[in-house]
């Protein structure tokens, strides 16, 4: 009773494909076992008849032969013999009318290719043929015979061999057919378990809806489902983005308000591998507040809103601008190149005197002073003086520590050189392979290690100093030599990690994720590398992804299959678009550290960095906090629901 009970329960268990071929299988058994049977039954019964009838018609016609024939035993015996040898008869037997046997042969030693089990299970039982041998009008004798029947048990045989193979045949056509028809049927059902899976997995995706009715209906409940969980992901999106607009921008002007300006700036600054210099176009208003006596508060605050749309319009058409509200009448706009400073600065002065243009006319002594400051790594301090001065009387301790410790990098060593050196260095280094990973750890809240960030180092001259990619990134795009250094940066990465290096983090950029040779390159090392491709962190920031969604999609599908850890970075300024996001299988995000900066003492940022936690951990993400700096910092972060930290204040 165990053996059944332990084979039902494998049943039970089993897929719902191999239950269905095993239903199959059960219902052809009995189905084809049941027809053998039957036409056996039938067949034995037609031969038991037939043989009945040749035994009766062969012992009529030799007993009327015997009786007319001289009855002398020599001849009756010769007769009867070759009878019994030409006839196939399992006995013949006379007998004289007292009983006494006068002639017998039988074939009880005849041998037969048929298995004893089936004459056994197939038994036939025709009656002998008997009947009465005349000498004038007097009885001679009985005459008693049974035609043999190993004819009709080959052919029984016989028949039921070709029942089975013809039954096998069926069965095996059957079930091809079958297999076919069960993955057409069961195809919906299979695209229903990868959604639920996928749900499972906080990836809420759609699948197309199948013709049968029962599976239609069931797809249109999860697609639902599916639809109405991101329905309420892009809600909470947007109302994360209205929090952080909230807290951080000044609802007067529409711009980011000074803290937050201040920390953007120290973030952009900060980044050595994407940083070299850039300009700050500081505005002043100098007599803002008669203007606000004069008009009044609602026309003042117009007037304002009209100097922040211009500066937000020309942020927009450039992700590396960004502008700010320091104080009352100062505004401020930061880009993160210096490549353009004439034409920008004389944009910034068009749009702000146009927008102030009717202010302009009403006062005669409105004058709008614009200052452009070159910030670089060579000026580690100076080149936010004017910035300092202006909000000197209302900045706080922790400003001024912050913008003092924003500039951490050496003087450029090699600002003069020119393009062909350029070119010789940098074709020599990748040449020679003289590039390297610096580690900056990723812990977790208990300290333990998620990976390092690790930016790249290039030594430019033999045995020369490693330099940061912001001294030579520049170079590199536009002597097209990009590509080489991406390349080698993973190859030393993935190399690395096979000496048995801890898990590497590595920044994509966005150039490098939208180029499919890139990406091809990319999978062909992890295939190389494909025991530690699991421990290859890859970040692209919030803007390449963003604004190349597509190129993004493909680029997480093409790494799936290696296990390599996805993540987007610098995540902060697109929040409203963070729903987009749930379907790529991402495994991680790093929040900008100017939402970090001074999380500790901003009442704002915290809700909304706890409410962005909350969303990334619905759909999956882990959440690592960039740029933290304090130890204070450094214990709130966790108690919002950040998972790692990494920046200046974090060590081993």
């Not at 013999?81 to 006839?87: I, P, Q, S």
């Not at 004893?116 to 002998?128: E, G, V, Y």
């Not at 002597?479 to 993973?490: A, C, G, N, S, Y």
């Not at 025991?531 to 790494?559: I, S, T």
Request: net charge negative; aromatic share 8%; charged share 20%.
């Amino acid at each position: 009773m165990s053996i059944f009970k332990r084979i039902w329960q494998l049943v039970i268990t089993t897929s719902l494909l191999k239950q269905l071929w095993i239903a199959i299988t059960l219902m052809m058994l009995v189905f084809f076992g049941a027809n053998i049977i039957v036409n056996l039954i039938s067949s034995k019964n037609y031969l038991n008849k037939q043989l009945e009838m040749k035994n009766i018609d062969n012992a009529v016609s030799l007993a009327v032969s015997i009786s007319q024939m001289k009855k002398d035993p020599v001849s009756i015996e010769l007769m009867l013999t070759a009878e019994f040898d030409n006839g196939h008869y399992h006995y013949i037997q006379l007998l004289d009318p007292n009983g006494q046997q006068l002639f017998a042969r039988d074939s009880a030693n005849e041998n037969s290719h048929v298995p004893h089990w089936f004459t056994d299970l197939i038994r036939l039982n025709a009656p002998p043929g008997i009947a009465h041998i005349q000498n004038g009008w007097s009885q001679y004798g009985t005459l008693k015979l049974e035609s043999s029947t190993n004819f009709a048990y080959e052919d029984l045989w016989h028949g039921a061999l070709v029942s089975l193979a013809w039954s096998a045949a069926i069965a095996l056509l059957s079930g091809l057919v079958g297999t076919l028809i069960l993955k057409v049927i069961v195809r919906p059902l299979n695209d229903m378990v990868k959604l639920t899976e996928a749900i499972s997995h906080k990836n809420f995706i759609s699948i197309a809806e199948p013709k049968t009715l029962e599976f239609k209906r069931l797809a249109q409940a999860m697609n639902l489902l599916s639809a109405r969980i991101k329905e309420m992901f892009r809600d909470q999106s947007k109302l994360l983005e209205q929090m952080r607009l909230e807290a951080n921008y000044d609802p007067a002007s529409g711009l980011m308000k000074r803290k937050y300006f201040i920390s953007r700036l120290a973030a952009q600054v900060s980044n050595e591998d994407s940083f070299d210099e850039g300009l700050l176009i500081n505005a002043h208003i100098s007599n803002l507040a008669e203007i606000n006596e004069k008009l009044g508060t609602l026309e003042t605050d117009k007037f304002l809103k009209r100097m922040g749309q211009a500066l937000n319009n020309v942020c927009e058409l450039n992700s590396g601008l960004f502008a700010g509200r320091l104080t009352g009448a100062d505004f401020s706009l930061f880009s993160n190149s210096a490549s353009d400073q004439e034409s920008l600065s004389t944009l910034i002065s068009h749009v702000l005197t146009e927008a102030s243009a009717d202010i302009s006319a009403q006062f005669a002594n409105f004058k709008l002073a614009i200052t452009v400051n070159l910030v670089s790594k060579a000026d580690q301090f100076a080149g936010l003086k004017n910035l300092v001065t202006i909000i000197n009387e209302s900045n706080s301790a922790d400003e001024i520590e912050l913008l003092g410790m924003i500039y951490n990098s050496d003087s450029a060593l090699y600002a003069d050189k020119d393009e062909i050196t350029w070119r010789s260095m940098l074709s020599l280094a990748l040449d020679n392979k003289r590039l390297t990973l610096a580690k900056f750890p990723v812990l977790a809240a208990d300290g333990a290690i998620i990976h390092h960030e690790s930016p790249v180092r290039l030594q430019l001259e033999q045995d020369g100093a490693w330099v940061s990619a912001a001294e030579f990134i520049s170079w590199a795009i536009q002597l097209d030599l990009i590509t080489r250094i991406d390349d080698l940066v993973v190859e030393v990465a993935l190399n690395d990690l096979a000496k048995g290096s801890q898990p590497i983090g590595l920044n994509v950029s966005t150039r490098a994720m939208c180029n499919p040779l890139y990406v091809e390159k990319l999978v062909s090392l992890l295939k190389k590398y494909s025991a530690v491709a699991q421990y290859l962190w890859l970040e692209v920031a919030e803007d390449g992804v963003f604004n190349h969604l597509e190129q993004f999609n493909a680029f997480c599908q093409a790494l799936k299959p290696f296990a390599s850890k996805i993540g987007v970075e610098h995540v902060g300024a697109q929040i409203s678009r963070l729903g987009e996001l749930h379907d790529l299988g991402l495994d991680y995000i790093k929040i900008d550290a100017s939402v970090i900066r001074g999380i500790d003492s901003n009442t704002g940022n915290q809700a909304f960095l706890k409410g962005l936690c909350l969303i990334a951990h619905s759909i999956g993400l882990m959440t690592i906090a960039e740029g933290v700096t304090s130890p204070a910092e450094k214990a709130m972060l966790p108690t919002l629901g950040i998972d790692a930290m990494t920046g200046p204040g974090i060590s081993l």
